[in-house]
């Protein structure tokens, strides 16, 4: 009891998000996106969102991140309603406990692969030195220590997702949103990425929320919530090899 | 080091910040122009340097609407660099960036681009008002040699700079706090609204341009030109943003014509508020030019207009004076004539000619038939002063004293008669007609907002004996043409006038009722010449800002342009067609705006140039003056957007050649 893995990091109680737009007669059009969903993370837990295109899963991740609030529903973040941290409080928890990696990076071409890394530690305003150092141990451990000095466009595609994974872990959150991370990449460079967030909740036990459409990289996940219509589909657990899961994944995603 | 980040970050987009400081500096610089060149005109109108309060008054009477439309030009520039500038706003914020370094990092941003925009518009708007300040030397070097700047444009252009620039942050600044900075960067796409199509803003656009036409040959357009001005304006921005709305709809609609012109359109439908808000922008403005100080300057040429003076000199002197005017004539061998008259003082701060309808008929040979009650007024205006408000500010039955004006006539504050004084509506006008008969003589006012005229009044010949016995002031209207020794004459009239005659109250000079027709001639020549540089001062300054904002929105969206050319280059197109495709793409803001802003501007001016109720050959002739300026307007500003698409098209093409990344 009490353990590491047994605290919720993130509540999700019946979530619902819908957006409204205008038709062109001027009606007001209704989309529900998330209709009532309702799963926990847990600390040190790997989860993969899984589903069809515009099932829902950006939509999740931005909520469960509050980049987004719901339109129905409760989100807490280590207990505290969503709608309730804002302003400093939640810059300061994006600055240390809750990192994103984006399918399209986002990293800033005026900056050096060091400066990008180092980027949240000096927003946060921690020792400029300090931050290089870890920025420069970052980079080694993620296989890009040789680019430190490089501007982003000059990267692949695959080092620019390693960067960016290395600049959501400078500031050691506890819990990394994840939005199609190899969705941009080829096979190679996605399993370079993949094995990157697996070694950081393996090994630096952090909290990792992935979603994905690709099962192989899924099959890295322990725990796989799978979307249709914006409603949880099934839940799949990983008890056995990488392998077995893989399988059972591919078997449930003939279902979506 | 965080400072290092974000100057890093704003070098990257260096290209954008100095598009916006560039807009900033001229927008400043057109404030400190227009204030400077007020400045001048007063110096020549007054003699002195103008202090503050009158400076505010005459450039905000020119100049309100198109400084306007320059904070609006501020603030889409402002919202384009942040469409340009969200996606480092949003890595920032994901990245849990603190309220102080936000501030820091878009304050200090913010904050160059005002000092930068503010010193730099001051010094290039001093650049300018110099240079045009040694030409105003030179065209009024018969008033003065030197025509001092002084501190007020200084100071003016520092308080309206930072209004503008302080609302456009605070507008801009709330935009983004309210809709978010995602709403803010899709500009008007976030809630599915890409088009305004909406038949409620049509219609309101169309009544508002109704409301706008009547307006302009009512009151409210007879008085000035800011309300239809306004209006026009207002029903211009919906008729623009809806009617957009609605042929771009109906376009996507008829899908050959669609995707034929989609190449060349589909930004318009992706970014429809900013296009259309630019385009309005210089419609708006061609509309001012043409609707505002088009037909003033049409009045004031050519600056000499000796029509408006057809008689040497017209004294209003007494019965009594008729022995000295015989002794002139044989002096002098003078022409004389004179009409029995009485002074009427009217509320609008007037003094005019009264006549009975018998004298009016023997020296016109126009025949009046009025009853007691009635009167007829013969306004003497010149072009320029057609088409306004007639007596006491056009009322039909306006409040008038039968005498000449005095310290007792009124009893008014804060410019509002009150009660207890003499002026009465006991006449009802029947009927007017514009028509000089003794001149066009603004009296010199006692610093009024607008000129008072000498016109004439034609009562009722009983009528006219019952009142005249009681009425002060002159009672004998004198005009005399002199064939020779014309200052010997004028000197002896004068002489005899300050032993004999009334003074006019509304000469701060405290003149006699003497008007001197060359002497007028001269100072409405200055007058007409001050009016029309003035004139042609701000038309030109307004169309540099015409072209301004289309070369600036054509800098603003290279990056989107370069990008699409090469798209056409990868797939395929022809030289001929790429040029043609981006051709119609850079010119379609500016054919927007010709093509809503010229007409309605055309139109409003007409109803404005056949309100003025001119001899016929005028009407056509303004009308003529009009055409050939709208037709020379729209085709400078074509031929300068088609040399401009070109050297786009010249840019991108070698940008895409060198393989230059986007």
Not at chain 2, 244 to 253: A, F, I, M, N, T
Request: net charge positive; aromatic share 12%; hydrophobic share 40%.
């Amino acid at each position: 009891m009490g353990g590491k893995g047994d605290e919720n990091i993130l509540d999700i109680e019946e979530l619902e998000r819908s957006y409204y737009t205008d038709s062109a007669d001027g009606e007001q059009i209704t989309y529900s996106v998330l209709k009532g969903l309702s799963f926990q993370v847990k600390a040190g837990e790997f989860i993969g969102i899984m589903g069809t295109s515009g099932c829902g899963k950006t939509t999740l991740l931005k909520t469960l991140g509050m980049l987004d609030l719901p339109t129905g529903g409760n989100v807490r973040y280590k207990g505290v309603p969503a709608s309730r941290i804002l302003g400093d409080r939640l810059a300061r928890i994006r600055r240390t406990e809750l990192a994103f990696v984006f399918q399209d990076f986002y990293l800033m071409d005026s900056l050096t692969v060091k400066e990008n890394i180092m980027m949240p530690l000096i927003l946060n305003e921690d020792n400029p030195e300090k931050s290089e150092q870890t920025a420069v141990r970052m980079a080694k451990q993620f296989g890009i220590g040789p680019l430190l000095n490089k501007k982003p466009y000059e990267l692949s595609g695959g080092e620019k997702q390693r960067t960016a994974i290395c600049r959501a872990m400078a500031a050691d959150p506890e819990l990394i949103l994840a939005d199609e991370p190899t969705g941009n990449l080829d096979s190679n460079s996605s399993m370079l990425v993949i094995k990157a967030l697996s070694h950081i909740n393996k090994k630096m036990g952090k909290t990792i929320v992935l979603v994905t459409h690709d099962p192989k990289v899924a099959s890295y996940c322990d725990k796989i919530i799978l979307l249709k219509d914006g409603m949880i589909l099934n839940t799949l657990e990983r008890n056995g090899e990488k392998k077995e899961f893989y399988q059972k994944i591919l078997r449930q995603m003939v279902k979506l | 080091m965080l400072n290092k980040f974000f100057l890093k970050i704003l070098w990257s987009r260096r290209r954008d910040y100095l598009l916006v400081v560039r807009s900033g500096i001229f927008i400043t610089s057109m404030v400190f122009f227009s204030t400077a060149v007020g400045s001048f005109m007063s110096f020549i109108d007054i003699g002195e340097p103008a202090a503050m309060t009158p400076l505010i008054g005459d450039v905000e009477k020119v100049y309100l609407l198109p400084y306007i439309l320059l904070l609006f030009l501020m603030m889409l520039i402002l919202l384009s660099y942040i469409r340009k500038r969200s996606g480092d706003y949003a890595v920032l914020s994901v990245l849990g960036i603190q309220t102080k370094h936000r501030y820091r990092f878009v304050g200090m941003e913010y904050l160059g681009i005002i000092l930068l925009s503010v010193c730099g518009g001051t010094a290039l708007g001093f650049l300018e008002a110099e240079a045009v300040r040694r030409i105003m030397e030179g065209i009024f070097k018969d008033v003065t040699d030197h025509i001092p700047l002084g501190w007020q444009p200084f100071k003016l252009t520092l308080i309206i700079s930072l209004i503008i620039f302080g609302l456009g942050f605070i507008i801009c600044d709330q935009m983004i706090c309210c809709l978010g900075v995602d709403a803010v960067a899709a500009g008007g796409r976030k809630g599915g609204k890409a088009l305004r199509k909406s038949t409620v803003l049509l219609l309101t656009g169309i009544l508002t341009e109704l409301v706008a036409f009547a307006a302009a040959v009512t009151y409210w357009g007879r008085i000035g030109s800011h309300v239809p001005q306004a209006l026009a304006a207002g029903g211009l921005f919906l008729l623009m943003l809806s009617g957009g709305g609605y042929y771009l709809s109906r376009l996507r609609e008829h899908k050959r014509a669609y995707y034929r012109k989609l190449l060349w359109l589909d930004d318009w439908y992706h970014r429809y508020y900013y296009h259309m808000n630019m385009s309005y922008i210089v419609a708006a403005f061609l509309f001012v030019i043409i609707f505002s100080f088009m037909l003033p300057f049409f009045d004031s040429i050519p600056v000499t207009q000796p029509e408006n003076y057809p008689h040497d000199l017209v004294w209003q002197a007494n019965e009594g004076d008729e022995e000295f005017l015989r002794s002139l004539q044989d002096r002098y061998g003078v022409q004389v004539e004179t009409k029995r008259s009485l002074r009427v003082a009217t509320a609008d701060f007037g003094e005019h000619t009264g006549m009975p309808a018998s004298e009016y008929e023997a020296w016109t040979g126009e025949q009046i038939a009025l009853s007691d009650k009635e009167i007829y007024v013969v306004y003497q205006r010149d072009r320029e002063d057609m088409g306004s408000i007639g007596l006491d500010f056009g009322n039909e039955r306006p409040r008038m004293y039968i005498g000449n004006s005095d310290y007792d006539l009124w009893i008014f504050e804060g410019f509002r008669i009150q009660p207890g004084n003499q002026l009465v509506r006991e006449y009802r006008i029947k009927g007017s007609k514009n028509r000089i008969l003794t001149g066009n003589f603004k009296t010199r006012s006692l610093n009024m907002v607008c000129d008072v005229f000498e016109d004439i009044i034609v009562f009722s010949d009983r009528e006219f004996e019952r009142i005249r016995a009681g009425a002060r002031g002159a009672d004998l209207m004198v005009i005399i043409d002199i064939p020779e020794q014309y200052d010997e004459v004028t000197k002896e009239v004068y002489a005899y006038a300050k032993e004999h005659s009334q003074v006019n109250f509304y000469d701060w000079r405290a003149g006699n009722l003497i008007y001197e027709g060359r002497r007028q001639g001269i100072e409405s020549r200055r007058q007409k010449l001050y009016g029309a540089s003035s004139m042609l001062i701000n038309i030109i300054t307004l169309f540099m800002c015409v072209l301004f904002v289309l070369i600036e929105k054509m800098e603003s969206d290279y990056e989107d342009i370069a990008w699409k050319y090469q798209f056409y280059c990868r797939s395929g197109m022809t030289q001929k067609k790429r040029k043609k495709n981006l051709g119609k793409e850079v010119l379609m803001a500016a054919k927007v705006s010709l093509c809503c802003g010229l007409p309605l501007a055309y139109f409003m001016a007409g109803e404005k140039i056949f309100d003025k109720h001119m001899p016929g050959e005028w009407n056509l002739i303004y009308l003529a003056w009009a055409a050939v300026l709208c037709c020379g307007a729209a085709g400078i500003i074509y031929l300068v957007m088609k040399l401009a698409a070109r050297n786009t098209c010249s840019k991108t093409e070698r940008g895409n050649r060198n393989g230059r990344k986007r």
